[in-house]
C-alpha cells in the first residue's frame, strides 16, 4: 500500500450557495456548501475545493463566512479557488480555514505572485489553476495553450511550459482544466493531463470532463494524474464517491476506501 | 474545566487544528489558541502545530520563546507536535541550508529528494501530497486507541523524519523510503501527518491526545 489518488468534488459557490443544485445525497438544503462538503466528507471524498464565482464585493464576506462554517466542520482537506489576486486575500482564506487556495488568472498576469505566495505561505497551501485548450491542428504535434477568461481568451502561453515555470515559482500543485472537456462529459484531456504530469515533479489534479467512472480511471491511469477533480457525475447522483473508489480498485489504482 | 493550547507563534492553520480539537473535545475541556507563555504554561496540555519552511517555523519560535516554553511544559505536561510542529521536536532539519532544531526527541529532518522513486522505478511527486497508510509499529500506542492498523492519514510534506532512538517510534510510512511518521517519547507525541485533516481517523487520534495520561 502507498499513496492514495485522490478523488476531489469541486463546489462551485455564488454568494455563498451552491450553484446549479447538488442532488447526491440526502441532504437537507442542497444549496448549502457546507452541508454539501458535509456529505461528501461522510461519503469519503478525499478533499474539498470550493470554487467561489461571486462576482461582487459584498458577496466575498458571504464566501469568507462559509468557508469558516465549512471549515469547522469538514475535517478533510479544503482548497478555495476563485478571486485571488493578492497576498491579503490568500491570508484571508486561509484564516477563514481553508488548507490551500488555487491561484489563476492572477498568476498568468504576473506569475511572481506564486512565488510571493510561496514564500510567505510555504508551497504547500499554492495550488495554480491552468486551463488549458488544444491549440495544434489535426496532424501536427499536439500543443496546448493557456486560455483565461472562462476559456476565451488566448494567452499565447504554451501549457506544458507554463506548468514547469509555475513549479520553478514552487507551486505546490497544479489544478488542470481542459476548456475542450470542461462540462462536455467525453473524458478529461489525456494528453495535456499526460504531458504536464511527466513534465512537473508535483502533484497534478484533472479537471473538466468527467462524465463516468472509466474517465476517472483513464485520468489516472492514461493522464498520470495524482487527483481528479469532478462536478457533475457526483453532484448529480449519477455516482457515488464510495462507488467511485471502489471503480477505481478494482482497476489496479491505489484509493483510500 | 481543563485548557489545552494550541501554540500561536505565527506560523500553521491553527483554525483548522483548534476547530478539530473542539469537535472531539468534552464538555470540561476548553481550547485555546495562544501565543502568551502564561497562558500555555497555565494548560493541562498543548499542540504544537506548524505549515511552511522550517527555518521561518524556527525563528518564529524563538522569537515568541515557545523553545523555553515547550521544554518547561513537556517536563510535567503532554504536548503533541503536528507536521513541521513535530519536525522542530527533532535535532536538526537539511531544509533551508540547515537549521537548528528543539533537539527534544534526537533525530533528523531529511529532504525527499528531486528524483524519488518506488520500488517500480516510477517518479514520485515531492510533495508527498494525499492520504498514505500508517504502519503502527506500536499499536498499544496511546495515538492508536480505536484506528485500524494502516488507517490512512492526510500528508502534505517534502521533508520527512528519521529518528535515532527506534523505541520512540508508534509509527511509520513508505513513499519511495521508510519514515517516521509517529513519535512518542515521556510526555511527548508527534505526528508528520495532519491529523486535523484526517477525516474521522483524525479525529480519534485527536480525542485520543485529549484523553491521554502518560
Known amino acids: 500500500m502507498g499513496l492514495a489518488k485522490r478523488i476531489i468534488p469541486c463546489l462551485d459557490v455564488d454568494n455563498g450557495r451552491v450553484v446549479k443544485g447538488v442532488q447526491f445525497v440526502d441532504i437537507r438544503d442542497a444549496g448549502d456548501p457546507v452541508a454539501v462538503a458535509r456529505g461528501y466528507n461522510e461519503a469519503g471524498a478525499d478533499e474539498i475545493t470550493f470554487l467561489d464565482i461571486t462576482a461582487s464585493h459584498e458577496g466575498r464576506e ?108 514552487r507551486a505546490g500543485e497544479i489544478l488542470l482544466t481542459s476548456m475542450d472537456q470542461d462540462g462536455v462529459k467525453n473524458g478529461y484531456d489525456l494528453g495535456v493531463t499526460r504531458a504536464i504530469s511527466e513534465s512537473v515533479g508535483i502533484p497534478v489534479i484533472a479537471s473538466g470532463g468527467a462524465g463516468n467512472l472509466d474517465h476517472l480511471v483513464a485520468a489516472v491511469k492514461e493522464g498520470k494524474a495524482d487527483a481528479v477533480l469532478a462536478a457533475s457525475i457526483f453532484h448529480f447522483g449519477h455516482y457515488s464517491i464510495p462507488e467511485a473508489k471502489q471503480y477505481m480498485a478494482t482497476r489496479g489504482i491505489e484509493m483510500r476506501i | 474545566m481543563k485548557t489545552v493550547a494550541v501554540i500561536d507563534y505565527g506560523m500553521g492553520n491553527l483554525h483548522s487544528v483548534s476547530k478539530a480539537l473542539e469537535h472531539v473535545a468534552a ?171 484526517s477525516a474521522a481517523n483524525g479525529l480519534q487520534l485527536l480525542e485520543n491526545f485529549l484523553t491521554w495520561k502518560p
Open chain 1, 62 to 169: 458571504t464566501t469568507v463566512h462559509t468557508v469558516e462554517r465549512m471549515a469547522s466542520q469538514v475535517f478533510i482537506p479544503l482548497t478555495v479557488g476563485g478571486g485571488i489576486r493578492t497576498v491579503e486575500d490568500i491570508r484571508t482564506m486561509l484564516n477563514a480555514g481553508a488548507d490551500k487556495v488555487s491561484i489563476n488568472t492572477a498568476a498568468v498576469f504576473n506569475p511572481e505572485f506564486v512565488q510571493d505566495a510561496a514564500d510567505r505561505f510555504g508551497s504547500q497551501c499554492i495550488v495554480v489553476a491552468i486551463d488549458a485548450k488544444k491549440v495544434s491542428h489535426f496532424g501536427e504535434p499536439d500543443r496546448w495553450e493557456i486560455f483565461t477568461h472562462g476559456g476565451r481568451k488566448p494567452t499565447g502561453l504554451d501549457a506544458v511550459q507554463w506548468a514547469l515555470k509555475m513549479e520553478n515559482l
Open chain 2, 27 to 197: 464538555a470540561n475541556t476548553r481550547i485555546i489558541v495562544t501565543s502568551d507563555p502564561g497562558q500555555i504554561l497555565a494548560a493541562d496540555k498543548a499542540v504544537l502545530p506548524g505549515v511552511g519552511a522550517i527555518r521561518d517555523c524556527m525563528a518564529e519560535i524563538r522569537r515568541h520563546g515557545v523553545d523555553d516554553v515547550v521544554r518547561e511544559l513537556v517536563a510535567t505536561r503532554p504536548l503533541l507536535g503536528i507536521c513541521v510542529g513535530m519536525q522542530v521536536l527533532l535535532d536538526h532539519s537539511e531544509e533551508n541550508g540547515g537549521v537548528e532544531c528543539l533537539g527534544l526527541l534526537p533525530g533528523e529532518v531529511k529532504f525527499f529528494g528531486k528524483d524519488l522513486r518506488d520500488s517500480e522505478g516510477s517518479r514520485l511527486k515531492v510533495p508527498h501530497m494525499g492520504w498514505s497508510p500508517v504502519n503502527q509499529v506500536d499499536p498499544a500506542h496511546t495515538l492508536w486507541q480505536g484506528v485500524d492498523g494502516n488507517a490512512r492519514f492526510y500528508f502534505v510534506h517534502s521533508y520527512y523524519a528519521r529518528v535515532a532512538n527506534e523505541a520512540t517510534v508508534a509509527g511509520r510510512s513508505d513513499y519511495g523510503l521508510g519514515f517516521d511518521v509517529a513519535l512518542g517519547q515521556d510526555n511527548i507525541v508527534a505526528v508528520q501527518f495532519h491529523p486535523e485533516k
